[in-house]
């Protein structure tokens, strides 16, 4: 999808316990460190490869086409601008 663009990048939490995540684009679908598939669920959410799994991930804060924060199941990440 098109607003997929706006997700992709690197976040990071400063919590040792979660440490950071990338978001990837390929072939229209989006993958946490390009391996886990993020499946689209009816709230706008994603589910972590399947859309009924209790772990979640949703973006907010868009701001010049990029999501600035990534929300796993209430934990917050916010985009790196990184190389």
Request: charged share 30%; glycine share 10%; hydrophobic share 35%.
């Amino acid at each position: 999808e098109k607003d997929y663009e706006s997700y992709v990048g690197h976040y990071i939490n400063d919590s040792p316990w979660y440490g950071d995540m990338r978001i990837v684009l390929r072939k229209g679908q989006l993958f946490v460190d390009g391996v886990q598939l993020l499946v689209r669920r009816p709230d706008g959410k994603f589910g972590i490869t399947d859309p009924e799994a209790p772990d979640w991930i949703s973006f907010d804060s868009i701001i010049d086409g990029r999501a600035m924060r990534l929300n796993q199941s209430g934990v917050i990440f916010r985009r790196a601008f990184t190389p």
